[in-house]
């Protein structure tokens, strides 16, 4: 349930993260931002977004969203479906902003304040129309972490929290239905909790900025992003549970241990020893270094859970599922009287070996993703996957013709060879974007049973499409370089 245009009011980092997860999903959005720098500020935030989505998935992502900056609020929400308010947190300015919103804002269009603490019946206490209304809270880099804070107000509609459901999951996210409001929704509360507590250990002296930072990242944070709080400690009580865990260290809770409640004093000096600590902790890093070094380890983390079908991988093997069979869908539209483009994208950095050059096991996944592509168009989706049924690639022949470098655009054409009973037959050419051949990949597949792990036939309608298909590919000319051997003279 993505929407085709949306609009962001406020450009600084989660407003820019916002635009910048919405144009990778392939929505128009209309910003306005009135500050003189905001197009190159935004622009930046754009290009560690599409940096990290090179990275992210695999999955064809189609094509990216279009943004433009505008001159007024007026302007910029003027047939949008969505709107994302993301102004500085102050009751009043954002009052004013849903006034104007509301004044130039179709019916139907959803509104979601981006606040990390205000509470949404006081935000919408003097919209004309509240119940389209809510909190929709992120966590910054909001292009690639998943978590968006659900919360309405007391005049919002259970169809705006739904419609927000819907639409924030197809983007690739994680919402969270916060069913009762409180002063900076559940997450923020939890890590004011620790802020405060880092704070008072820096003040003691007990620990700098960068030794409270190893404490958290080689410690429990590894475990936080994987189970979070409960199911952590329901392990740390054993055999027994979460029972036993408490009975064991429930009576700490009474021990002085934390200053919660209390707040040292932000004085000069605190705030000088701790700026200058972190300014030292960080290595000579620059922001968009760190922000890049972040994204990648938040991607690896993602990628492992992923892999383990656990948390956030989830969220993340669920919007790659949503790729591929949406572009599955679009095979209606596909000419199978041609070679068939199978895979369309830019060769990432890490994609690369020494020479700055895709390396050659990348040739074979791009050949790979190209066959689960036209697999797709086939019909051999998530769903019939699902059935228990598949095809396995039994022999692959791959030719290097060519260099292509990181950053350079690639696409896969594929013909289909043969498609009798069982079998699957595929030819895949990859070019570089400006024509140049760079490699051939020639794949026999056989269709199995996943359940058996046995070949069998494949379902009724995916034999008709590939029947279909073939009955066009065999007209083609019988692509240069099939069925050659290692080493055979060309």
Same mark, same amino acid.
């Given at each position: 349930?993505?929407?085709?245009?949306?609009?962001?009011?406020?450009?600084?980092?989660?407003?820019?993260?916002?635009?910048?997860?919405?144009?990778?999903?392939?929505?128009?959005?209309?910003?306005?931002?009135?500050?003189?720098?905001?197009?190159?500020?935004?622009?930046?935030?754009?290009? #560690?977004?599409?940096? +990290?989505?090179?990275?992210?998935?695999?999955?064809?992502?189609?094509?990216?969203?279009?943004?433009?900056?505008?001159?007024?609020?007026?302007?910029?929400?003027?047939?949008?479906?969505?709107?994302?308010? %993301?102004?500085?947190?102050?009751?009043?300015?954002?009052? *004013?902003?849903?006034?104007?919103?509301?004044?130039?804002?179709?019916?139907?269009?959803?509104?979601?304040?981006?606040?990390?603490?205000?509470?949404?019946? $006081? /935000?919408? +206490?003097?919209?004309?129309?509240?119940?389209?209304?809510?909190?929709?809270?992120?966590?910054?880099?909001?292009?690639?972490?998943?978590?968006?804070?659900?919360?309405?107000?007391?005049?919002? +509609?259970?169809?705006?929290?739904?419609?927000?459901?819907?639409?924030?999951?197809?983007?690739?996210?994680?919402?969270?239905?916060?069913?009762? =409001?409180?002063?900076?929704?559940?997450?923020?509360?939890?890590?004011?909790?620790?802020?405060?507590?880092?704070?008072?250990?820096?003040?003691?002296?007990?620990?700098?900025?960068?030794?409270?930072?190893?404490?958290?990242?080689?410690?429990?944070?590894?475990?936080?992003?994987?189970?979070?709080?409960?199911?952590?400690?329901?392990?740390?009580?054993?055999?027994?549970?979460?029972?036993?865990?408490?009975?064991?260290?429930?009576? %700490?809770?009474?021990?002085?241990?934390?200053?919660?409640?209390?707040?040292?004093?932000?004085?000069?000096?605190? @705030?000088?020893?701790?700026?200058?600590?972190?300014?030292?902790?960080?290595?000579? &890093?620059?922001?968009? =270094?760190?922000?890049?070094?972040?994204?990648? #380890?938040?991607?690896?983390?993602?990628?492992?859970?992923?892999?383990?079908?656990?948390?956030?991988?989830?969220? /993340?093997?669920?919007?790659?599922? *949503?790729?591929?069979?949406?572009?599955?869908?679009?095979?209606?539209?596909? $000419?199978?009287?041609?070679?068939?483009?199978?895979?369309?994208?830019?060769?990432?950095?890490?994609?690369?070996?020494?020479?700055? &050059?895709? #390396?050659? +096991?990348?040739?074979?996944?791009?050949?790979?993703?190209?066959?689960?592509?036209?697999?797709?168009?086939?019909?051999?989706?998530? $769903?019939?996957?699902?059935?228990?049924?598949?095809?396995?690639?039994? =022999?692959?022949?791959?030719? &290097?013709? $060519?260099?292509?470098?990181?950053?350079?655009?690639? @696409?896969?054409?594929?013909?289909?060879?043969?498609?009798?009973?069982?079998?699957?037959?595929?030819?895949?050419?990859?070019?570089?974007?400006?024509?140049?051949?760079?490699?051939?990949?020639?794949?026999?597949?056989?269709?199995?049973?996943?359940?058996?792990?046995?070949?069998?036939?494949?379902?009724? &309608?995916?034999? %008709?499409?590939?029947?279909?298909?073939?009955?066009?590919?065999?007209?083609?000319?019988?692509?240069?370089?099939?069925?050659?051997?290692?080493?055979?003279?060309?």
């Amino acid at each position: 349930m993505t929407p085709s245009k949306a609009a962001v009011i406020g450009g600084g980092v989660i407003g820019a993260g916002w635009v910048a997860r919405l144009i990778e999903n392939g929505v128009e959005v209309a910003v306005f931002d009135p500050a003189p720098d905001a197009h190159d500020k935004l622009e930046a935030v754009f290009a #560690n977004a599409e940096r +990290a989505y090179a990275k992210l998935t695999m999955a064809a992502r189609g094509g990216k969203g279009e943004w433009r900056l505008c001159g007024t609020i007026d302007e910029a929400v003027a047939g949008a479906q969505l709107i994302i308010e %993301a102004v500085p947190e102050r009751l009043e300015l954002k009052r *004013k902003v849903y006034s104007e919103i509301e004044a130039a804002a179709d019916e139907g269009a959803l509104i979601a304040s981006s606040t990390s603490g205000l509470l949404p019946t $006081d /935000l919408q +206490a003097e919209m004309a129309h509240p119940a389209r209304f809510l909190v929709a809270h992120p966590f910054n880099p909001v292009y690639l972490l998943p978590l968006v804070e659900l919360v309405g107000g007391e005049k919002t +509609a259970s169809e705006a929290i739904e419609r927000a459901k819907a639409i924030f999951a197809g983007m690739g996210m994680h919402p969270l239905h916060i069913k009762k =409001e409180i002063d900076a929704f559940v997450a923020d509360r939890l890590m004011e909790a620790m802020w405060r507590e880092a704070l008072w250990l820096v003040n003691d002296g007990i620990a700098s900025t960068e030794e409270i930072d190893d404490a958290v990242r080689y410690g429990f944070g590894l475990r936080y992003a994987q189970m979070g709080i409960f199911e952590t400690f329901r392990i740390a009580g054993g055999e027994a549970g979460m029972r036993h865990f408490l009975d064991q260290f429930g009576p %700490a809770l009474a021990w002085p241990w934390t200053k919660l409640m209390d707040v040292p004093d932000l004085n000069e000096a605190l @705030v000088e020893t701790i700026a200058s600590q972190s300014d030292a902790q960080s290595g000579g &890093h620059s922001i968009r =270094e760190l922000e890049r070094i972040r994204d990648d #380890n938040l991607i690896a983390i993602m990628q492992a859970l992923k892999a383990n079908e656990w948390g956030a991988g989830n969220t /993340l093997a669920a919007y790659e599922a *949503k790729l591929f069979d949406s572009g599955a869908a679009k095979s209606d539209a596909v $000419d199978f009287s041609q070679p068939v483009t199978t895979l369309e994208r830019t060769v990432p950095p890490d994609w690369t070996d020494y020479n700055n &050059h895709m #390396n050659e +096991a990348r040739y074979l996944q791009c050949f790979g993703d190209a066959t689960d592509a036209f697999m797709r168009m086939m019909g051999v989706d998530a $769903d019939y996957i699902a059935t228990g049924n598949s095809f396995f690639t039994v =022999e692959t022949h791959i030719r &290097h013709l $060519d260099e292509v470098r990181v950053n350079e655009p690639i @696409v896969a054409l594929t013909q289909l060879i043969d498609a009798g009973g069982k079998k699957m037959h595929l030819f895949h050419k990859l070019f570089h974007r400006d024509g140049g051949l760079l490699a051939t990949g020639e794949h026999l597949l056989l269709h199995v049973s996943l359940e058996t792990r046995s070949t069998s036939e494949p379902a009724a &309608h995916v034999a %008709a499409k590939l029947a279909e298909v073939m009955a066009l590919h065999a007209k083609l000319p019988v692509p240069e370089g099939i069925g050659r051997a290692v080493g055979q003279k060309r």
